[in-house]
């Protein structure tokens, strides 16, 4: 039984890197999901290693879509949102499902679509050592697209393809080098992702509410010496109204007497305090100067340890 | 099932250790009240219609009202004065025939079943009525309020009814126009009603009864899930992944046609902040590549960018 390994991870950049050596993909911003196939079994995991079998019956009818014996596939689960681009909060709706006899009803709510962009193993044979352009060669061969499986494109053209990830306001996009192997577990420079916009998990720290309810949240990161420092403040964002006001009854319950945060938060009036335990994923523009963010905006709840929630983590994971 | 109350049934000098279970339960469809607009339940609100404000449950005292308007005020510290002692334990007072209660009486059922060393009493209690075929008349403390009960035998548990107190079931003399007991009826229509009865006598079988409408109000949610007419879900995206893909692929095609792809152009970087070492903690991503790497971009891009 093939072992789920921990996948290739791009480092951050700012700049594109020049010349033929380097292919561009779009990023497409949703859930890293690998998928192995052996013959009759198939089982998905994520990128921690937690097994997503049966979130996303769309694409374990891999024989369907796939024409090998056994095959290790890598790719984006994406959800689209209302306005027709990939949405994090709309495939969490998915991803997040914690009882499964909700999926078949939210498969029909939030249809998922796989993006994969890349194969390592084929027919009893791993092929990670292999550089990237015979993978692409190989994934071209075995994949072929279906309603909710596409292979992502390859584009010799990065500037281009950044001008359209901007256009249609995407996450970004990831260089990858065209002669380099998947190298396994390792956030690896021979892949670069280039963002349009930023994202990062912070935890909440508190909230302010006005008449009828939660206004905003407080948002906070731990620096090293796992001191809390507030970095914003964001308001139910792409949340529907449920579902804030969900967060805020949760909320309510985790109030404590003290600010959790190093640093004041500007307005303290109409403020709670609460126990630093919801980690959400944040989009935002920047950093200010303050080292606060500029315009975020709250995408979803996330599974994660609220002390993981840290400056460095931040600066190494978007 | 899960245990409602534990306690005893005292019966003489014996005490059988049991726990409760509610017997009978409504399968009513249950909805909840949806604002129209975007599917969100209801939230019930308590506000004070003087000081025109939601009222907070600590803020919530309780009345009795003696006259329209006027209340006397009773505290939970009044109601726990005169709370019966809770003896948990269903004491058992007399034995009667079960065709001496009238069914009008029966409140609601529950079934008891013996505590681990309850066992052998609860076995004799039961046989003991079984041969007896009397029931017994019990008292109890449930939910701060003396019940009068029913204790009797239900194939193989021991079952407690609650049964009303006389003064909680309403007079028949009350129901108007009921005709006298001796109206003049023809014997002929009298004996027609009677065979009528006589051919639609069966054995009772309630597994013959179903509620038609709820299978059939059930039967309208499955269909109305399938079909997706489901409420609360914000419209499910009509676009799908090859639209975008395909108007991804003009812009791209769009975006050569006006010259980009140099890197002059470029500006990735929507954070300022990065370069000028602002971002908090850890060094901006762009500094920690290999300089081998470096060499493939052009110094004329870092020149552009420093300059911004």
């Known amino acids: 039984m093939l072992k789920p390994i921990i996948p290739m991870e791009p480092v951050s950049s700012d700049i594109i890197p020049q010349g033929s050596d380097w292919i561009a993909q779009i990023k497409w911003d949703g859930v890293r999901i690998l998928t192995y196939f052996e013959g009759h079994k198939v089982r998905l995991y994520n990128r921690r290693l937690r097994e997503r079998t049966h979130h996303y019956p769309e694409i374990t009818e891999v024989s369907a879509y796939c024409d090998a014996r056994s095959v290790i596939l890598d790719g984006e689960v994406i959800a689209l ?23 078949p009803r939210m498969q029909k709510l939030v249809p998922v679509t796989y993006m994969i962009f890349d194969v390592l193993f084929r027919n ?26 596409q292979p992502v494109s390859s584009h010799a053209n990065a500037h281009g393809l950044f001008e359209a990830v901007k256009q249609h306001e995407m996450e970004g996009i990831v260089l990858k080098q065209v002669m380099s192997p998947y190298v396994i577990g390792v956030k690896h420079d021979a892949w670069l992702k280039i963002k349009n ?37 964001t308001g139910a964002g792409t949340l529907t109204q449920q579902e804030w006001k969900a967060l805020g009854e949760v909320l309510r319950l985790s109030v404590i007497p003290e600010s959790p945060f190093v640093n004041k938060p500007k307005r303290q009036a109409n403020v709670r305090w609460v126990r630093p335990m919801i980690p959400v994923k944040i989009k935002y523009a920047e950093w200010t100067a303050g080292r606060s963010l500029r315009q975020p905006t709250l995408q979803a709840l996330v599974e994660m340890a609220p002390e993981a929630c840290t400056f460095r983590a931040e600066t190494q994971q978007t | 099932m899960h245990t ?58 309780r009345g009795f ?32 025939e ?28 039961r046989e003991a009525m079984r041969q007896s075929g009397k029931i017994g008349i019990a008292r109890l403390t449930l939910r701060n309020r003396q019940s009068l009960a029913v204790i009797r035998i239900y194939g193989p548990a021991i079952l407690m009814e609650t049964i009303f107190y006389p003064d909680e079931v309403r007079s028949v003399a009350q129901v108007p126009a009921l005709p006298a007991d001796d109206v003049e009826l023809a014997e002929n229509e009298l004996s027609m009603a009677r065979q009528l009865i006589e051919n639609m006598s069966t054995t009772f079988d309630p597994s013959q009864y179903t509620d038609l409408y709820r299978q059939e109000l059930h039967e309208l949610i499955e269909k109305k899930l399938e079909g997706q007419e489901v409420a609360a879900a914000p419209a499910a995206p009509k676009a799908n992944v090859i639209d975008l893909m395909q108007a991804l692929k003009e812009s791209i095609a769009a975006a050569e046609k006006a010259g980009i792809d140099k890197p002059a152009r470029l500006k990735t970087d929507p954070t300022g902040a990065d370069q000028t070492g602002n971002k908090p903690s850890a060094a901006p991503a762009g500094t920690d590549q290999p300089a081998g790497r470096k060499k493939t971009t052009t110094k004329k891009l870092k020149r552009k960018k420093s300059g911004t």
């Open chain 1, 81 to 103: 949102g209302s306005d027709a681009k990939p949405s994090f909060h709309e495939v969490m709706r998915r991803d997040g499902i914690r009882r499964l006899e909700q999926v």
């Open chain 1, 124 to 149: 009893g044979e791993w092929l990670h050592s292999r550089p990237l352009q015979e993978r692409l060669a190989i994934l071209a061969e075995v994949v072929k697209p279906t309603d909710h499986i």
């Open chain 1, 197 to 233: 916009y930023r994202d990062l998990i912070a935890v909440i720290g508190g909230f302010t509410f006005r008449e009828g309810g939660m206004s905003a949240v407080l948002l906070g990161l731990y620096d090293e010496a796992h001191r809390l420092h507030f970095i914003g403040q």
């Open chain 2, 4 to 61: 409602v109350w534990k306690g005893s049934i005292s019966f003489g000098l014996v005490n059988i250790p049991i726990r409760m279970f509610t017997a009978t339960e409504h399968r009513d469809v249950r909805f909840r009240q949806l604002h129209s607009v975007c599917s969100t339940p209801i939230r019930y609100a308590k506000t004070c219609p003087t000081c025109d404000r939601e009222v907070d449950a600590s803020e919530i005292v």
């Open chain 2, 65 to 96: 009202e003696y006259e329209k308007g006027n209340f006397v005020i009773v505290k939970d510290e009044d109601l726990e004065r005169i709370t019966p002692e809770t003896r948990k334990a269903i004491e058992i007072l007399d034995f009667v």
């Open chain 2, 98 to 125: 079960l065709s001496e209660i009238d069914p009008i009486y029966f409140e609601k059922s529950y079934y008891l079943s013996p505590q681990e060393t309850g066992e052998k009493a609860y076995a004799l209690l």
